[in-house]
């Protein structure tokens, strides 16, 4: 049971609101596109949570989630596109019983990393796993070496960069600038039915509340004390005997698991994953999504990436050619107007009157109770 340790009065408060919003109102309320569309918004609130501890609390800047957002997104698309590639269903090909577009670019078997995505239990050992060891390389490689700040964010772009390029180039073996497509069902289970999309949401948003959960409990134990006393003062954690490479190490790890859970969620929601989602402009998306909804708040980066993404999908609907500068001048004015992002804002002037207004109500209840208890004259 969630108790007041958990969650104060007011992330209680956001916690209740969020699952009505999510459990009930959305699903009652949209048709099965624009709830899928939500669906796809909320894949990108598991890149946010992560970088609420990565980055809120830890003080790292990563400028390349999308490579976790992808590497989780690519594994589950492998396990889909190996089901959908079936010997009965590629019999016209040249090689059956391999991807589409292995036969194309001539591969004639499947290629051995390929091989353990027949399993779905290994597959969703890969989805967590891949991207955490990669961030695992990445982080020791980094912070042993007391790389951080502006340099750490440039490399993260970088790695982003090469991943994208990498991806496009082994077109035989990835897909290359198309992806993975035509991914058709899990364990049989038709993914492209309204059905299936209307129960996928409920599993996503079930997850999103687990990786909610987790957060929390990372950012009220002692390691989450340390990854903000390490933000702050990073020195006097290091001379305090702690190793701060291996806490950055864990948060940065930590954001990579989750931002890899929403991209496997992405893949099953959308039906294929390519290396558009992979790039340096998504990663700094995925940051501004965060960064709107708030930085240290968890619910606020849930917030942020369903607000920004349902302007970008209603300003891109009218404004195609604007939507880039308004993204850009949204992330300014996050950085100019409000720091802290619109959780930000809500801890500063929404709580502030509510609590007031709760206080003031309180007492005239209780000048009430007085009143009615006192004795006749």
């Not at 891949?130 to 042993?144: D, E, T, W």
């Not at 992405?266 to 930085?295: D, K």
């Not at 920004?308 to 949204?330: C, D, I, M, R």
């Amino acid at each position: 049971m969630i108790n007041s340790r958990f969650f104060n009065r007011s992330e209680l408060l956001g916690f209740l609101a969020l699952a009505v919003l999510l459990f009930l109102i959305l699903p009652l309320s949209l048709d099965i596109f624009r709830l899928n569309l939500v669906a796809k918004y909320l894949t990108y609130a598991f890149v946010g949570i992560g970088l609420v501890l990565c980055w809120g609390y830890g003080g790292i800047l990563s400028l390349g989630q999308g490579v976790f957002f992808g590497l989780g997104g690519y594994c589950m698309a492998m396990y889909l596109k190996l089901e959908a590639s079936s010997v009965a269903n590629t019999k016209i090909q040249s090689t059956p019983g391999i991807p589409d577009f292995m036969d194309w670019n001539q591969l004639t078997s499947l290629p051995f990393f390929w091989k353990p995505f027949h399993s779905f239990p290994i597959t969703l050992l890969a989805i967590l796993l891949v991207p955490a060891f990669f961030a695992l390389i990445i982080g020791a490689a980094m912070f042993k070496r007391r790389v951080g700040g502006v340099y750490f964010a440039i490399i993260t772009q970088a790695i982003a960069a090469i991943l994208t390029i990498l991806i496009v180039g082994q077109q035989g073996y990835t897909g290359g600038i198309n992806g993975i497509t035509d991914l058709r069902t899990l364990h049989g289970w038709d993914i492209r039915t309204d059905h299936a999309k209307f129960i996928l949401y409920f599993v996503e948003v079930v997850l999103l509340f687990g990786c909610i959960v987790a957060a929390q409990f990372i950012r009220l134990t002692k390691l989450g004390r340390i990854l903000v006393a390490m933000r702050e003062q990073e020195d006097r954690v290091r001379f305090s005997g702690y190793s701060v490479a291996n806490f950055k190490i864990f948060a940065f790890c930590a954001a990579a698991v989750f931002a890899a859970i929403g991209g496997a969620m992405f893949t099953l929601e959308v039906g294929f994953m390519s290396p558009s989602f992979v790039g340096i402009v998504p990663s700094i998306e995925m940051v501004i999504y965060t960064a709107v909804g708030g930085r240290m708040s968890i619910f606020g980066a849930v917030w942020g990436a369903l607000l920004v993404n349902f302007a970008k999908t209603s300003l891109s609907e009218s404004f195609p050619q604007l939507w880039l500068f308004g993204l850009g001048a949204l992330f300014i004015a996050v950085v100019l107007a409000f720091a802290n992002g619109l959780s930000g804002i809500w801890a500063d002037h929404v709580q502030p009157r509510i609590d007031r207004l709760l206080a003031s109500r309180k007492s005239k209840s209780a000048a009430g109770m007085i009143a009615d208890g006192a004795p006749a004259e």
